[in-house]
T-cell receptor
């Protein structure tokens, strides 16, 4: 157990639907990062939150949004799902910025049918 | 062109062999990360380094800032080392990781 908890582990949903992925960071970590891993694109950075505020944005689609709550857990919302959104979605946490290393969750495997 | 390049893409080794995986990056970075991903999908952070060399058990990571190059070495390889090893760079002043495409390592008994 890395200390970063992601739920659910697996999710199957239909095109056009909306899903929410949840991440609880390791105790004491203030930063949460979301990454997408697909077969054709590899791992890509989506978005980072630090202590409730958005800190950095990567290749995140407009159909996707995220937030970090006061208890520091984070949710990634994916809407109007397309087949191409099928991927592994990872959450990682760190104490602050990138100088402190990352701890990854076990990922949520999303399948859009 | 990916800013982080890894080689080789695939590597098969006999148990006990010394293994080297290489990573080159094209931009200034604040740190270089080595990650391990097992077939189940989970990612483990192995090393984060910004200079010199780090060692953990049979794993050694080195970085040459001037040459923008890092290597991951595995000594006395074992079948349980079979995994995908991913190099990732965090850019200077940036919080996001840019990933290499990974090296799939298979260690045969």
């Amino acid at each position: 157990d890395s200390g970063v908890t992601q739920t659910p582990k697996h999710l199957i949903t239909a095109t056009g639907q909306r899903v929410t992925l949840r991440c609880s960071p390791r105790s004491g970590d203030l930063s949460v990062y979301w990454y997408q891993q697909s077969l054709d694109q590899g791992l890509q950075f989506l978005i980072q939150y630090y202590n409730g505020e958005e800190r950095a944005k990567g290749n995140i689609l407009e159909r996707f949004s995220a937030q970090q709550f006061p208890d520091l857990h984070s949710e990634l919302n994916l809407s109007s799902l397309e087949l191409g959104d099928s991927a592994l979605y990872f959450c990682a946490s760190s104490v602050a910025g990138d100088s402190y290393g990352y701890t990854f969750g076990s990922g949520t495997r999303l399948t859009v049918v | 062109k990916n800013e982080v390049e890894q080689s080789p893409q695939n590597l098969t080794a006999q148990e006990g062999e010394f293994i080297t995986i290489n990573c080159s990056y094209s931009v200034g970075i604040s740190a270089l990360h080595w990650l391990q991903q097992h077939p189940g999908g989970g990612i483990v952070s192995l090393f984060m380094l910004s200079s010199g060399k780090k060692k953990h058990g049979r794993l050694i990571a080195t970085i040459n800032i001037q040459e923008k190059h890092s290597s991951l070495h595995i000594t006395a390889s074992h079948p349980r080392d079979s995994a995908v090893y991913i190099c990732a760079a965090s850019g200077a002043g940036s919080y996001q990781l840019t990933f290499g495409k990974g090296t799939k390592l298979s260690v045969i008994p």
